[in-house]
């Protein structure tokens, strides 16, 4: 049966199925708000091991990151479908900008929360400027789709209740943090 890591949690999979699926099948912490057409790019995830074991990126994909970022293991995760029997490893963008922020809060020997702070900043500053890079490719395959959407984000709902899972569960695991 195939498996997927998904931040360091071993999940079991099924063949066909998204990572974004298996993700929030089991409480894991990213992000989604298109409900899987993958324009919004929230559920950005790189895999760490195991490539082969997904199915090629899709022209959704193809559109949306450049050939270096795919190169280097960047998929979207509702397009990353598990094609093998074996595991793939993935870290979630969302998961890495927590880890990031959790740093402030209880730096890491050898830093500082001023250094961490710096460091979620210009991860961020990143992001946002790779999303503004990528409106170009991914606007001819977001306007129909906005067009066949009802009013609201039908993902919405479901994304308010995953992020309020995912919080408690990491409530519950929080790491001792100093007071």
Request: aromatic share 4%.
């Amino acid at each position: 049966m195939p498996q997927v890591i998904i931040n360091d949690e071993l999940m079991e999979a099924m063949e066909g199925e998204m990572v974004l699926d298996i993700a929030r099948r089991h409480g894991a912490h990213i992000g989604f708000a298109c409900d899987g057409r993958g324009f919004c790019q929230t559920c950005e995830c790189r895999v760490l091991q195991g490539a082969e074991e997904l199915c090629p990126p899709n022209h959704i994909e193809q559109r949306v990151f450049n050939p270096e970022a795919l190169e280097h293991g960047y998929r979207l995760a509702c397009q990353a479908a598990v094609c093998g029997s074996g595991t793939a490893q993935v870290l979630t963008r969302a998961e890495e900008l927590r880890r990031l922020a959790a740093m402030v809060v209880a730096p890491p020997a050898g830093t500082t929360a001023g250094y961490n702070l710096g460091r979620v900043l210009r991860s961020m500053g990143v992001l946002v400027a790779e999303r503004a890079m990528r409106v170009p490719a991914v606007l001819p395959m977001i306007l129909p789709q906005l067009r066949a959407m009802p009013p609201h984000f039908p993902g919405i709902k479901n994304y308010v209740n995953d992020t309020k899972r995912v919080l408690q569960r990491t409530l519950k695991d929080k790491p001792n943090i100093p007071t």
